[in-house]
């Protein structure tokens, strides 16, 4: 019989890592997380927003029903694990440019699988003289922001403190792989999960997944006005994270994809940002990172074709706040009790791109 040294060696602590590590870690199984505070995440950056109804159409979010209850269950427990605050359930506010969509949108929240993400309270945009609202607006609900930075520095401590957290750049060529699972600084391992978001496309177990990666860019601005605890959703986003702050975004890039902040991207944001918001604000900071995106816009998950030590739970595009939790529990059943993954998110959909 193989003795192993733990259960799981985790490459990488964005939210995919931390979720998955979580998830193992009430199961009982033992684990290292290896992480580099010095390395770019994409979960540092993020916003943190989890939003049931995207898009002009007001299209639920894939899974929405399963995605969103768990991820409120799985960070209101987190926040007790770590006793601080993470999870802000804060509404959306999605002010109409006209009539027109006026209409529109009310004769799509008539629809029963989208109602329920919508308030059936008097619309908000009163209370908030900030705001270009002139044909009222949609208040979703069951949405909100998680504070990433809290959630993984948190998390980093707990993990750091119990010795299950080692602070290291991974470099390929320090794993071996061994007929019953891997070997990394003279530690035995029965399977490596790689969780490190767009540097997959530096993994040569990996790299052959068909990653479309998405640069993206956020503002941080201090409003001249206090602003009420509703997120501004028309076209781009306005979280506001303090009484007189708000993180402002997203743009989309493809090229160069890199972790720069451009002008160019202030630019567009800020020029955005006139449609909603009426007010004066100071430009504090801005922030840049890359998505890790998937040509079907689904995760990429599970086990490689050839070495059934080696996986990966990544692709979580530009969602990985609402994914993460119900998936990391998938994928953790799936490895301990053979439970089937959603084929939807299974990376054995992409086996012919391996084989070929
Ligand atoms: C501008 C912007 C705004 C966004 N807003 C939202 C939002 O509001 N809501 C939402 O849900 N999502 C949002 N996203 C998307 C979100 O960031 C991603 O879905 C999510 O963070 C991906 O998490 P991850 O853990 O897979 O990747 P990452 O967060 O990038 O984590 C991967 C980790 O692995 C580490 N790593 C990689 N290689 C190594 C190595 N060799 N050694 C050690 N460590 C390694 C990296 O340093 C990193 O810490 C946004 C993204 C951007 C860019």
Redesign the pocket.
């Known amino acids: 019989m193989p003795s192993f040294d733990y259960d799981y060696l985790i ?7 931390t979720s998955v590590a979580w998830h193992l870690h009430d199961l009982g199984m033992s684990f290292q997380i ?3 505070a010095s ?12 939003n049931p109804l995207t898009g002009k159409k007001l299209v639920k979010t894939w899974l929405a029903d399963d995605l969103f209850p768990y991820a409120r269950t799985f960070y209101g427990n987190l926040e007790a694990k770590l006793d601080r605050k993470i999870m802000h359930l804060t509404p959306i506010y999605r002010p109409f440019r006209s009539i027109e969509e006026q209409n529109t949108y009310l004769a799509q929240t008539a629809d029963p699988g989208i109602s329920p993400y919508v308030a059936q309270t008097p619309d908000p945009g009163a209370e908030m003289p900030y705001v270009n609202a002139d044909f009222g607006g949609l208040e979703v609900v069951q949405s909100g922001w998680i504070d990433l930075p809290a959630l993984l520095d948190g998390s980093r401590s707990y993990f750091q403190e119990r010795h299950l957290y080692v602070e ?3 470099n390929a060529a320090d794993l071996t792989r061994t007929e019953e699972g891997v070997e990394w600084r003279d530690k035995r391992f029965k399977t490596v999960i790689f ?5 997959a496309l530096e993994n040569s177990w990996f790299n052959w997944l068909p990653f479309t990666p998405v640069k ?3 503002l941080e601005i201090a409003t001249d006005v206090p602003v009420k605890p509703y997120i501004i959703n028309q076209g781009i986003f306005a979280l506001p994270v303090a009484e007189n702050r708000m993180k402002v ?2 743009t989309y890039s493809w090229n160069p994809l890199d972790w720069e902040v451009t002008e160019a991207a202030t630019e567009e944001l800020e020029a955005k940002l006139r449609g909603p918001l009426s007010t004066g604000y100071t430009l504090m900071g801005a922030q ?5 995106s998937v040509r079907d816009r689904r995760p990429l998950i599970g086990i490689h074709p050839e070495f059934p030590n080696v996986c990966i739970f ?1 692709g ?7 994914l993460a939790p119900f998936l990391a529990k998938e994928f953790c059943n799936h490895l301990i009790y053979g439970k089937e993954l959603n084929p939807l998110v299974n990376i054995k959909r992409y086996f012919s791109l391996y084989f070929r």
């Open positions: 490459i990488g602590q964005g939210i995919a890592g290896v992480g580099d390395m770019p995440s994409s979960s540092r950056v993020a916003a943190g927003i989890f290291a750049a991974f969780c490190q978001g767009f540097f993206g860019q956020i975004g997203a840049a990172g890359i998505r890790p990544n979580l595009g530009t969602k990985g706040v609402t």
